[in-house]
């Protein structure tokens, strides 16, 4: 095995310039891969990270039918506190789940006297919502960092619109579930950036002021964010919590409940697998540029040979001992292409990330890029471009091994 | 016992509709360790015969058999196997590997044909880097150095595995003619030593003279046998 590899190794470097460009070629292929899948995946997490970390957390539970009407926050279905209890005993059972916030979504007016706007906003426990959205703090542009009782805290739009600083009285105005409608003055306590995506615009207030504007008895909640310990858990809890909460019915026998991921609420989900799917192409366009490379390489190889093969072949070589010299020089190409490119593609990516390039994603302005790459993506990467290269020398090397040594011995 | 038997071997070549008889009916017998050339003119057959004997091609018609095995009876894999294990190839190019040096090209059929275990293959490599004289060249490669030094690796290739014989066709079309016979003394040094069958066909008429038997090859049928020293038609 070893001799078949130094035998490979002098031919790679007997045709040294044919090696080099071969290999170059698929290293630059491998280095695209690499970036793309670095700066793509880095942006694809960090736009995710901002929506669930910000706005919607990873998953979220409703009264069934809610998300369907979620634009016109319908307080009628919310849910009731005995449903409400429920839910949390189920999400004190689960592990898995970090942090829970419920919340009381409804629209409103929104004056301040000289002016009146609509206004959605959603009425939190400060700490549970904190909790479930890191990030949230971190958008809260002016005021003190946090969701007090009789304060509000106001979309940047409607606060530069309206020309509204923290501390200043508006009124905020609703109507409840039973048509009754009733206000409540409250202070400016905060102006909260833009997030780009359902709930982005949102105003927050305490929930026991929500209540109270909403004239609720006991509190009926409109949504539920969890927050979960392992990003990468996502599907197996929201199979689970499907699962338990398929157990659940109302009166008339159907689920009493819906659970969504980030991914089933937010449009950001279709550009996310839209990212995927041109990183599936990315790879594809790499195995057809080391499979045709390998091949025209390969080919021109066991051609140039043929003399030797006829050669090896009428003095006793197996037919399997030449086809794996071939074999094994299109893998070594391979192997070549596969260090260089992750070599490259991995100074590059550190580059980029040293550089902090910042972008701008909606309403959202620098964000700083910081592109990494899974061990799991070069092994991934690797693996197939020396598998590629192998199946792409696997027709050459059988040409090879099967030559009639009479007919290669006369070839000129 | 004879090595090689040919009894009513014929060969013919389909080229499109018509048939090329190369080989009509040929009839000899060869012994262990003799040294023989094949001659005759351009056409007439000695590479068709020896690559029958070589186990590359397969007769028409007739039997041939080489060291007690049927040549026509083996397939790709018994073909290598037995050309691997019994005879040695010297081609009229030479034919080395040139990515391999010279110990390397000797040492290939040890190594890739045969899994010979170092210490030995290193003691047979050696030892016949020595007979053909190219021990202080073992490190070079095929194209740093001459023909005719080339051609002496290339005996020491077909010969470093023991066969029981050689075939060499046109070893020396492409040297001068000094060296040449300086080959063919070498390929009957080696034979003296080795006990090994030589055959090599040439039309050189100046070398022929070296071999023991000369069978005359025309229009694909053996015209004559000659023993050195004397002439024996039969
Ligand atoms: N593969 C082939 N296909 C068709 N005809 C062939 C083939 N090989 C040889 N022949 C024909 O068979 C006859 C004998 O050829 P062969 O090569 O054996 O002659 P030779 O004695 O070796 O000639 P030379 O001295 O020129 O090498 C020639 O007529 C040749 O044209
Ligand atoms: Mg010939």
New binding site residues.
């Given amino acids: 095995m070893g001799n078949l590899f130094k035998i490979a190794l002098r031919n790679l470097r007997r045709y040294r310039r044919r090696t080099v460009l071969t290999a170059s070629l698929i290293a630059i292929g491998v280095l695209f891969v690499l970036v793309f899948v670095a700066v793509s995946g880095s942006f694809k997490n960090m736009i995710i990270g901002q929506i669930t970390d910000s706005m919607l957390g990873h998953i979220q539970v409703h009264r069934k039918g809610y998300v369907a009407s979620i634009d016109n926050l319908p307080l009628t279905l919310n849910m009731k506190p005995e449903a409400m209890a429920k839910l949390e005993k189920t999400f004190q059972g689960m592990p898995e789940i970090a942090a829970y916030s419920p919340r009381i979504k409804f629209g409103g007016m929104f004056s301040s006297f000289t002016e009146t706007t609509n206004i959605r906003l959603n009425g939190v426990y400060p700490e549970k919502e904190l909790k479930t959205l890191p990030l949230l703090a971190s958008r809260i542009v002016e005021g003190e960092k946090a969701i007090r009782k009789g304060e509000v805290i106001i979309p940047e739009l409607i606060a530069r619109g309206m020309k509204l600083n923290v501390g200043d009285t508006i009124v905020i105005i609703a109507t409840n579930k039973d048509g009754s409608v009733n206000g409540k003055q409250l202070r400016v306590g905060g102006v909260l950036e833009s997030a780009t995506g359902p709930g982005g615009r949102d105003g927050y207030l305490h929930i026991e002021d929500a209540v109270e504007i909403l004239r609720m008895d006991a509190i009926e909640i409109s949504e539920i964010a969890l927050r979960l310990k392992d990003f990468g858990e996502l599907n197996a809890v929201n199979d689970t919590l499907n699962a338990v909460l398929l157990g659940e019915v109302n009166k008339q026998g159907k689920p009493a409940f819906e659970v969504h991921t980030w991914e089933g609420l937010s449009p950001f989900f279709n550009i996310a697998r839209m990212i995927d799917i041109m990183t599936f192409f990315i790879k594809l366009m790499l195995i057809a540029i080391v499979l045709v490379s390998i091949m025209n390489v390969m080919i021109m190889a066991v051609y140039e040979r043929i003399r030797e093969i006829g050669t090896i072949s009428a003095i006793g070589t197996m037919p399997g001992k030449i086809l794996s010299m071939f074999l094994i020089e299109g893998f070594c190409l391979g192997v070549f292409g596969a260090i260089v490119g992750n070599a490259a593609g991995l100074i590059i990516i550190f580059i980029l990330k040293a550089v902090k390039v910042t972008f701008e994603f909606g309403r959202q302005t620098g964000l700083v890029l910081s592109p990494t790459i899974d061990v799991s993506d070069l092994f991934v990467v690797s693996l197939i471009v020396i598998g590629v290269a192998i199946i792409g020398s696997l027709q050459p090397a059988f040409k090879a091994s099967r030559m009639e040594p009479?007919k290669a011995l006369?070839h000129v | 016992m004879e090595l090689i038997k040919a009894e009513n071997v014929s060969k013919e070549?389909q080229?499109g509709e018509v048939a090329?008889r190369?080989l009509n009916d040929v009839n000899f017998a060869i012994e262990p360790a003799s040294f023989i050339s094949f001659v005759?003119?351009?056409?007439?057959?000695?590479?068709?015969?020896l690559n029958l004997i070589g186990c590359l091609d397969k007769p028409t018609e007739g039997r041939l058999t080489v060291a007690d095995t049927d040549v026509a009876g083996l397939d790709r894999r018994q073909g290598a196997a037995f050309r691997g294990e019994h005879i040695g190839f010297i081609f009229q190019d030479f034919n080395l590997m040139p990515v391999l040096t010279v110990y390397e090209n000797i040492e290939y059929p040890l190594l890739m044909v045969q899994n010979v275990a170092a210490a030995e293959r290193e003691e047979r490599v050696r030892k016949l880097l020595d007979a053909v004289g190219m021990l202080d060249q073992k490190d070079k490669y095929p194209d740093q150095i001459s023909g005719g030094q080339k051609q002496r690796v290339a005996v020491a290739r077909a010969l470093v595995t023991n066969p029981k014989l050689v075939l060499a066709?046109?070893p020396t079309a492409n040297l001068d003619s000094k060296t040449a016979y300086m080959i063919i003394d070498l390929m009957k040094k080696m034979r003296d030593e080795f006990k090994t069958t030589f055959i090599f066909?040439t039309?050189d008429q100046k070398i022929v003279g070296e071999a023991e038997i000369i069978y005359t090859?025309v229009d694909?049928a053996i015209a004559g046998r000659q023993v050195k020293g004397g002439n024996d038609n039969g």
């Fill in positions: 009479i006369r | 070549y080229v090329i190369a005759g003119p351009s056409g007439s057959g000695k590479t068709t015969l066709d046109e066909s039309h090859l694909g």
